[in-house]
């Protein structure tokens, strides 16, 4: 690992600005879309607490797009790690496991030359991009240095590159910026304990909107396809064409859900070979002549409550009912006849 020499106050924004600029390159390629949400005018001159949802390694990277000028609490994995923990610990990177007692002096010093302070108020990464429990430390430490919070929402990093894995995959990250919120600001209660519960609900909220509007079927189809690409190559060309052919299955997923349970057993069917006689049903005179000579092949799929031939015969113990038991058909199978589906 290479070095930088001594460590002055003017190499210290010239190497946060070479370390953000390696960082951020994966953020900013071809398989990675990237979107920022900055619709408050949010410019970061003034020095804040920037509380972020961590879902990735590519949470440093996202925060560290919007300024250089952040100074980032981390945990001792992170602090000693063999690829950037030198970087890490010469841009003045804390580490908060020896407490925020002891780093208070060092982040007032960062809060007056003008660096922002970004803490992930879970504490690690979750595993499902759920929104997991907030910790009081960065409401704590915004308390104590009488600075503001900046609550900063991402979506997307947790898909492209999640907790277990170590290979970057195609996808689009989303990255919100919402209001600051004052030392005055009473919204969110007046003490470190209130505020820590009443943001994540908050914040929670905020999350699960920008849920609804981002993830789209054009937004898991990489999801999808990532799924079948191990699988050969056949396989991930008939999957792709399906997913184009069907325009990622919008209209499907967007239709109701008694279409969506319509068009599944049509799918089953066409998938087992069999089709529905598109014939009128025999009227009632005729089923009854034929009751015990007209097997029923609609057991698994007839609207009406079936039973098995020995609860029709009033034992006590019924048997489990197959579908592939021919057995006569009860009153209320009126909807399908012998030949219905056929192979």
Known sequence: ????????????????????????????????????????????RRPSVILCNHQSHLDLMCLLM????????????????????QLIRYADFYPVTEGLDRTLEHLREAKRQGYSI???PEGTRSPDCSLLRFRRGAFFLAEQLNMDLLPVVLHGTGHVLPKQDFMLRRGSIHVRVLP??????????????????????FYRAEYEALCRRVETPAYFSDLVLHNYIYKG???????RHALRQH?????????????????????RLRGAGLTRCT?????????????????????????????SPVRQRGLSRPVPSLSLIKSP????CNSFRPGDFRL
């Open 1 to 44: 690992m290479f070095t930088l020499g001594k460590k002055t106050s003017r190499k210290k924004p010239l190497t946060i600005a070479c370390f953000t600029a390696w960082l951020v390159s994966p953020c900013t390629t071809s398989p990675v879309r990237t979107t920022v949400e900055n619709t408050c005018g949010e410019d970061f």
């Open 66 to 85: 919007l300024t250089p000028k952040l100074i980032i609490l981390t945990n001792d994995w992170v602090w000693h790690s063999p690829f950037y923990g």
């Open 118 to 120: 970004a803490i992930f």
């Open 180 to 201: 600051r919120i004052t030392p005055a600001d009473t919204r969110f209660g007046t003490d470190h304990i209130a505020r820590a519960r009443q943001l994540r609900q």
């Open 233 to 239: 190559p056949s396989v991930e060309r008939a999957v």
């Open 247 to 267: 325009d990622n299955y919008t209209a499907e997923i967007s239709a109701p859900a008694r279409q969506r349970r319509s068009d599944a057993t049509q799918y």
């Open 279 to 307: 014939r009128q049903a025999p009227s009632t005179n005729h089923r009854r002549r034929t009751r015990r000579r007209s097997p029923c092949h609609c057991r698994a799929l007839c609207s009406s409550p079936r039973q």
């Open 329 to 332: 058909p009860s009153q209320g």
